[in-house]
T-cell receptor, first 111, second 112 residues
Framework: DGGITQSPKYLFRKEGQNVTLSCEQNLNHDAMYWYRQDPGQGLRLIYYSQIVNDFQKGDIAEGYSVSREKKESFPLTVTSAQKNPTAFYLC??????????FGSGTRLTVV | EDQVTQSPEALRLQEGESSSLNCSYTVSGLRGLFWYRQDPGKGPEFLFTLYSAGEEKEKERLKATLTKKESFLHITAPKPEDSATYLCAESIHFQGAQKLVFGQGTRLTINP
């Protein structure tokens, strides 16, 4: 079945450490997105990519970085510059903006 | 600036008690109004997409409607398993790209 796979499900980061969240899709979708969700809040856009080797900052990109070397993959790195990284991270993809599919999320906690 | 506002933030109903959730949105570059269901610790699950005012869609106990500036998610005779957070999102066209702008969600609890 086609879908989006996010890994790991849970991730713990020490102070000053960079961590990378994985997002893989087999839907043949062109566009991919990373959202952050804090308790009791909606989803906020971090980065998005419409095609391979191209990506744009969303509303809260500071302290994050991404790459899009393959159509299927859109990893997100949470850098040490992100001062409050504890959150639930969701990856999504779409073909033309007429339907968005989400992964099951990664919960990141600072220890 | 595109904004999506949902109300109420939380709603507690008795089993069988029908109600509606509201989503207000801006209309610049609208390419669809989406409703998702999200269970705790999981990703959003797609429910409906609405594209034009007057459009309605139904699925089991849920019905979504759309006007020029609002969408409603009507829940009829809800059951405890309908308890979840319901997210509304506006799909917009922005600088050659499409993206979803989300409201903060309505946390729905159905008591047996």
């Amino acid at each position: 079945d086609g879908g989006i796979t996010q890994s790991p499900k849970y991730l713990f980061r020490k102070e000053g450490q960079n961590v990378t969240l994985s997002c893989e899709q087999n839907l043949n979708h062109d566009a991919m997105y990373w959202y952050r969700q804090d308790p009791g809040q909606g989803l906020r856009l971090i980065y998005y990519s419409q095609i391979v080797n191209d990506f744009q900052k969303g509303d809260i990109a500071e302290g994050y970085s991404v790459s899009r070397e393959k159509k299927e993959s859109f990893p997100l790195t949470v850098t040490s510059a992100q001062k409050n990284p504890t959150a639930f991270y969701l990856c999504a993809s779409t073909l033309g903006g007429y339907g968005y599919t989400f992964g099951s999320g990664t919960r990141l906690t600072v220890v | 600036e595109d904004q999506v506002t949902q109300s109420p933030e939380a709603l507690r109903l008795q089993e069988g008690e029908s109600s509606s959730l509201n989503c207000s949105y801006t209309v610049s570059g609208l390419r669809g109004l989406f409703w998702y269901r999200q269970d705790p610790g999981k990703g959003p699950e797609f429910l409906f997409t609405l594209y034009s005012a007057g459009e309605e869609k139904e699925k089991e106990r849920l019905k979504a409607t759309l006007t020029k500036k609002e969408s409603f998610l009507h829940i009829t005779a809800p059951k405890p398993e309908d308890s979840a957070t319901y997210l509304c999102a506006e799909s917009i066209h922005f600088q050659g790209a499409q993206k979803l702008v989300f409201g903060q969600g309505t946390r729905l609890t159905i008591n047996p």
